[in-house]
């Protein structure tokens, strides 16, 4: 008896305080949801700034992968790689006939006839003597001296050039000219198939006007 009115007291000394319990865990429970929601708002906001950051840097990888595009198209980024190197030089033979001297030495049209040979044979960066060649990049005469990129090169004249393909090269009109003046004149002509480099162009650009050309479709 004496037991059952200790325990009752207690459960009823301890009523209030089983209640304040209750409402501190129903405190506390709101304040877990409420910082589950917070959890579920923060994941939400880094899930949305990771996408965010996703695509930036797919476009930044885009843009960053067109400017180089455009580097090599235009010239101004070093190339490395698998092509023809072509050797020129003037005859070491003396003309019979003054007048024919001419035909002894190489001149600047020589030059201008290989390399466009060389780029319809599929060239894709070309460069005489390691001056490398662009859109706007003249081979011209001053003298008896070759100006390419109005700089004077001295022979024998190298042209390297990434991408063309031989034989189209060899079935070329300025090429089958070049054997036979080879024979007739001594002229120096040697055309190769190797790992060839042509440099950067360092000049200055002359270009005032230029239309975006829209990106091939189809692969190379």
């Given at each position: 008896m004496t037991t059952a009115?200790?325990?009752?007291?207690?459960?009823?000394?301890?009523?209030p305080r089983r209640g304040q319990l209750i409402e501190l865990i129903e405190d506390r429970r709101h304040d877990v949801e409420g910082l589950d929601r917070d959890v579920r708002d923060l994941r939400a906001e880094v899930t949305a700034a990771q996408r965010a950051m996703a695509q930036r840097t797919e476009q930044d990888e885009e843009a960053a992968d067109r400017a180089e595009r455009l580097a090599v198209e235009a010239g101004t980024v070093a190339l490395k790689g698998r092509?023809?190197?072509i050797r020129l030089s003037d005859s070491d033979?003396?003309?019979?006939?003054?007048?024919?001297?001419g035909a002894y030495r190489i001149h600047d049209t020589d030059?201008?006839?290989?390399?466009?040979?060389?780029?319809?044979?599929?060239?894709?960066?070309?460069?005489?003597?390691?001056?490398?060649?662009?859109?706007?990049?003249?081979?011209?005469?001053?003298?008896?001296?070759?100006v390419?990129?109005?700089r004077p090169l001295a022979p024998p004249y190298r042209i390297a050039a990434i991408g063309a393909d031989?034989?189209?090269?060899?079935?070329?009109a300025i090429a089958t000219r070049f054997r036979r003046w080879t024979r007739l004149f001594g002229l120096g002509f040697s055309v190769s198939e190797r790992e060839v480099e042509v440099p950067a162009y360092t000049g200055r650009v002359g270009i005032t006007t230029a239309e975006p050309v829209p990106p091939a479709t189809g692969g190379r």
């Open positions: 009115s200790t325990t009752r007291a207690t459960r009823e000394a301890e009523a092509g023809l190197l033979r003396d003309p019979e006939d003054p007048e024919q001297s030059i201008q006839l290989m390399v466009n040979a060389l780029f319809a044979a599929g060239a894709e960066a070309v460069a005489v003597n390691d001056s490398r060649l662009v859109a706007t990049s003249p081979i011209r005469a001053a003298g008896d001296t070759i390419v990129n109005f031989r034989k189209a090269f060899d079935d070329s």
